[in-house]
C-alpha cells in the first residue's frame, strides 16, 4: 500500500518574502520604541502625562468629527473631498463672527453681508446666554456648512461622476482652494481670536494639579452626541440604509428604487454637518482660528481616516483620537516642531503595512 502524498499546495509552502519580514520587524521596532518611551514619560512625571493625555483625547475628539466627513464621502462614492477641511474651516469662521459680532455673515466678492442673531457673548455672560449662543451657533454652523457641501457636491462633483477619478480629486483640490480663498477674503490672512466663553474652571483637580476641565468637558457634551446621532442616522434611518446599500452597490441600489443621487446629497450635508459642529467646538476650544486651518488639520483629519480605515466610522473616530494622543505626546515631551513629520510618517508606516487601516476599509453592510 503507497503512502498519500502531501498535498503539492501544503508541501509548496514557503516562508514570507525576506523584504516582509524586514517591514514587519521594522513596524515591531517601532511600537516597541514608542511604548519605551510613553512609559518611561509616565513613569517619570504621572501627573503630567495624564494632563497631555487628556488634551490630546479632546484634540482627537475634534479630529475624529472631521474625520468622519471624509470617510462618509469616501464610503459612498470612492473620493477624497479635499474640500472638507476648509468647509470646516468657515464653520469656524462662522462660530467667530456669531459669538464675536452676534451675527450670520455670508462673504461677498464685494464685502460681507451681516445677519444680526443677538448671540454675541462673553466669559462674563450669564450661563444661559451662553448655552443659548452655543446651541444657535451650533444650528447655524450647521446649516452652513451643510449648504456649501451640497453646493460643492451639486456643481462640482455630480458632473464627474462617469468621469476617471483623477477628474473628481483635482476638482476636489480645485474646490479646497476656493474655500481657502474666501476664508482669507473673509477674515483676512492672521489669526482670528474667539472669545473665552468657555472658562478652564477644573473639574477634576487632585492636590492643585488640574486633570480635566469645563472646556475638555464642552468637547465631549457636544462631540459625543454628535457621533451617536450619526451612527443612529446610518444604521436605523432609512438614509442611513440607503447610504449603505449605495456604498455596496451603487447600480443595484438604483435598480432597487433607491436615488443614488438624493443618498449622496445626503451624505454630503451629513459630512457639511459634521465640519459646522468640528468648526464650532474647535473655536470654541481652541479660542483661535486661520484660513489656512482647514488645510492644515484637514490632513490630520484624512491621515486619521486613513489609520482607522478610510470608509470605516468607527475607525475614523479611532483614528482620531489615536492622533490626537500621538500629537499631544509628541508636543508635550518631545519636539512641537516635529508634529507634522511625526504624523504623515505614521501615515506612510499604515499605508506601508496596512493599507487597510487599523480597523479595516468600509464595510457596507455595517460600520
Known amino acids: 500500500m503507497t503512502e498519500t502524498p502531501v498535498p503539492a499546495r501544503v508541501a509548496a509552502r514557503r516562508l ?26 509616565a513613569i517619570a512625571d504621572p501627573q503630567r502625562f495624564l494632563q497631555v493625555s487628556v488634551i490630546g ?31 470646516f ?28 442673531l443677538g448671540t454675541a457673548v462673553s466669559l462674563d455672560s450669564s450661563a444661559w446666554q451662553k448655552v443659548y449662543s452655543i446651541a444657535f451657533t451650533i444650528v447655524v454652523a450647521v446649516a452652513f456648512c451643510i449648504a456649501i457641501n451640497v453646493t460643492i457636491e451639486r456643481i462640482g462633483y455630480k458632473p464627474l461622476r462617469a468621469s476617471p477619478r483623477l477628474a473628481a480629486l ?16 473673509w477674515k483676512g490672512p492672521g489669526r482670528v481670536p474667539v472669545p473665552p466663553i468657555i472658562p478652564a474652571t477644573p473639574v477634576i483637580e487632585v492636590d492643585g494639579v488640574v486633570y480635566y476641565t469645563v472646556k475638555d468637558l464642552m468637547v465631549l457634551a457636544i462631540t459625543i452626541p454628535a457621533l451617536l446621532l450619526l451612527t443612529w442616522l446610518v444604521s436605523s434611518t432609512k438614509p442611513g440604509k440607503a447610504m449603505r446599500a449605495t456604498a455596496q452597490d451603487r447600480d443595484a441600489s438604483a435598480m432597487m428604487g433607491i436615488n443614488v443621487d438624493r ?37 490630520i483629519a484624512f491621515t486619521a481616516a486613513v489609520l482607522g480605515g478610510i470608509g470605516n466610522l468607527t475607525g475614523a473616530v479611532l483614528g482620531g483620537i489615536l492622533l490626537g494622543m500621538i500629537a499631544a505626546y509628541n508636543d508635550g515631551f518631545g519636539d512641537a516642531r516635529w508634529t507634522y513629520t511625526v504624523i504623515f510618517t505614521i501615515l ?9 487601516g487599523l480597523l479595516g476599509e468600509r464595510v457596507p453592510e455595517g460600520q
Open 16 to 41: 514570507p518574502p525576506a523584504s516582509d519580514v524586514l517591514r514587519w520587524v521594522f513596524g515591531a521596532l517601532i511600537v516597541l520604541g514608542l511604548g519605551y518611551w510613553l512609559i518611561g514619560e
Open 57 to 87: 483625547f479632546s484634540n482627537g475628539m475634534i479630529y475624529a468629527l472631521v474625520a468622519l466627513g471624509y470617510t462618509l464621502v469616501y464610503g459612498i462614492i470612492e473620493l477624497i473631498n479635499f474640500a472638507h477641511g476648509d468647509n
Open 89 to 116: 474651516m468657515l464653520g469656524s469662521f462662522q462660530a467667530q463672527s456669531m459669538f464675536v459680532d452676534g451675527s450670520f455673515q455670508i462673504p461677498l466678492l464685494f464685502g460681507t453681508l451681516a445677519i444680526p
Open 170 to 185: 483635482i476638482t476636489a483640490i480645485g474646490f479646497s482652494f476656493i474655500l481657502q480663498g474666501i476664508g482669507l477674503a
Open 263 to 299: 443618498t449622496i446629497s445626503f451624505t454630503f450635508a451629513l459630512g457639511g454637518a459634521l465640519a459646522g459642529v468640528g468648526g464650532v467646538v474647535y473655536a470654541l476650544y481652541i479660542g483661535t482660528t486661520f484660513f489656512q486651518l482647514g488645510f492644515r488639520l484637514g490632513l
Open 348 to 356: 506612510i508606516l499604515i499605508l506601508v503595512f496596512r493599507p487597510s
